[in-house]
């Protein structure tokens, strides 16, 4: 049994642990940016190509106190205490990467340089040579983290972040992580059989998240490597039948109840281009199409998920004032039924809608503080029938997308 680290965007802590718990691992607890569990290679295989929410999946190799004074020194023995020779060839090549919180050290990247020291010299002590530095594409990753009083030092199993799934290949403007976005999807109360409607789509990451996850498809199968196959401890013959699994389940492609459009047609042809080259064509619709004169593409009630341009990232706020509570009228006269959950870094924005969610979660899009306002379109009076009118809306749409 080994210990592993799961990282993950915050806020998603708590579906992390119930995804690793599925893939076999122990001890789980969540911690801030991820989770911590015991498992065996199987269970590191499982987490790598089943997780949704996980960025990468350590493996820890080391944890010991440092000196105040000292620390530098300290790290560097620890690190030159590891038998690394033991992990990986000195043919792989490799890159450290130092990360801190409230340490005490005065360069995080002299950490950086004395870990690379370490292992360079205890390869050199045991075989007589030395592994290379590669900073772009090494075969291995090691992982250090400061805290106050402690390091501990990591091995990354992942390689690449495993939110690149390797469907995704167009993009536009500012596109959202693919775990971000299931993660998205989770909270907001949707599962395979739930009409789901992406009226802003961008790239179509909401699309391309939910397809996947409605055919069974892990997230991990079309990547090409993972880090844990540049270990010596690399079980090839566990990792093809976890693997063999995982195909073995995947459904055949059919319409899923899954619709999305965008204003922007740069966005529509990125969304198709992604679906199409990830075999997912017959599972979405997609359309050009202005939210303001959307409605409803299904008959039965589902979520809306959209994640809106917002101040942060367009720099129109004159123009976002206006659309968002252009946007409420529409979720109030045309949505009746639907559940709305909103991803958006704007904390104006609830009041801007005009409508209020049951529950904001907070969630970071990177180091960008957001929330998740889910919002119930009660059923009612708000009938479809009465809404077939036009919208007057004063907004100007060529600058709104």
Same mark, same amino acid.
């Given at each position: ?56 999946? +350590? ?15 300290? $790290? ?13 060839? *000195? ?14 050290? #005065? ?32 075969? $291995? ?10 390091? *501990? $030092? ?23 992580? /693919? ?61 093809? /039948? ?8 995947? #459904? /055949? *492609? ?25 075999? +997912? /064509?017959?599972? *979405? ?77 907070? +969630? ?26 036009? $919208?007057?809306?004063?907004?100007? #749409?060529?600058?709104? #997308?």
């Amino acid at each position: 049994m080994e210990h592993f680290f799961a990282t993950s965007p915050r806020g998603l802590e708590k579906l992390l642990t119930d995804e690793l718990a599925e893939a076999g691992a122990k001890s789980v607890r969540d911690v801030h940016g991820g989770a911590e569990f015991v498992g065996d290679w199987a269970v590191c295989y499982r987490a790598n190509l089943y997780s949704r929410m996980a960025t990468r999946i +350590l493996w820890r190799l080391s944890s010991a106190p440092y000196r105040k004074e000292k620390g530098e020194d300290d $790290i560097y023995r620890q690190a030159l205490a590891i038998p690394w020779e033991d992990y990986f060839s *000195v043919g792989a090549t490799f890159r450290a990467q130092t990360t801190a919180s409230r340490s005490p050290v #005065k360069s995080v990247d002299f950490v950086t340089l004395r870990v690379k020291d370490a292992v360079c010299d205890r390869f050199r002590e045991v075989t007589g040579q030395r592994p290379d530095v590669d900073t772009k594409a090494p075969d $291995i990753r090691i992982q250090i983290y400061l805290s106050a009083r402690d390091c *501990v $030092i990591y091995l990354d199993t992942s390689g690449a972040p495993l939110w690149q799934r390797g469907l995704r290949h167009a993009n536009v403007e500012a596109p959202l992580k /693919e775990n971000l976005a299931a993660g998205i999807l989770r909270l907001s109360g949707w599962h395979p059989g739930i009409p789901l409607f992406d009226p802003m789509c961008g790239s179509g990451t909401f699309a391309l998240e939910a397809a996947c996850i409605a055919l069974n498809r892990a997230p991990g199968l079309e990547r090409v490597r993972f880090g844990f196959e540049s270990l010596k401890t690399f079980q090839p013959e566990i990792w093809q /039948e976890i693997r063999r699994t995982a195909l073995n389940g995947v #459904k /055949e *492609v059919g319409f899923l109840d899954i619709w999305a459009s965008d204003l922007d047609p740069r966005a529509v042809r990125a969304t198709r281009k992604n679906l199409a080259d990830a075999g +997912l /064509e017959g599972a *979405v619709k997609v359309a050009a199409g202005d939210f303001l004169e959307a409605n409803p593409p299904s008959e039965n009630p589902g979520i809306l998920v959209a994640n809106p341009p917002y101040g942060e990232r367009v720099g129109e706020s004159a123009a976002l004032a206006e659309f968002y509570p252009a946007m409420g009228a529409v979720l109030k006269r045309r949505f009746s039924g639907w559940t709305a959950a909103i991803f958006t870094a704007d904390q104006n924005f609830p009041k801007l809608l005009r409508l209020s969610p049951r529950r904001k979660t907070p +969630l970071f899009n990177g180091a960008l503080e957001c929330r998740l306002y889910e919002i119930e379109m009660v059923a009612g009076s708000n009938r479809r029938s009465a809404m077939r009118g036009d $919208i007057e809306l004063s907004v100007n #749409k060529a600058t709104v #997308k």
